[in-house]
């Protein structure tokens, strides 16, 4: 019964550490992989605030004087965002999954 319950306690221990070693591996990988992605994650950012803030002035124009020019442009700049967000997606994809999944359940 002792010798049992011995190699249990083995059993357990090796399994926790080789899954505590597995995490911290796994960790470090995304968090080096999240690093080298940040500058251009901020700077694509930046660009969707800047394009959002345009964006915002052309709805308050286009509610003033709506021609097909106006209109145009404002689609166009929706279009410019959401290519950027694509863009984020695409060239950001462990910042992308931080903030889809890892940050929800944070919150």
């Known amino acids: 019964m002792k010798n049992k319950v011995i190699r249990l306690l083995k059993i357990t ?3 926790a550490l080789i899954g505590i ?4 591996v ?3 990988y995304v968090h ?26 052309c709805a308050g124009l286009l509610s003033v004087n709506p021609t097909t020019e106006n209109v145009e442009s ?12 694509k863009q984020i997606k695409e060239e950001c ?15």
């Open 74 to 85: 404002c689609t166009q700049l929706y279009v410019n965002i959401d290519l950027k967000v």
């Open 26 to 28: 796994l960790t470090s």
């Open 32 to 57: 080096s992989k999240m690093n080298e992605e940040l500058p251009n994650f901020i700077r694509i950012t930046d660009d969707i605030k800047v394009l959002n803030d345009v964006h915002s002035l």
């Open 21 to 24: 070693g597995v995490s911290y």
């Open 93 to 107: 994809p462990h910042i992308s999954l931080y903030n889809k999944y890892i940050q929800k359940i944070e919150y």
């Open 13 to 15: 221990s090796i399994s």
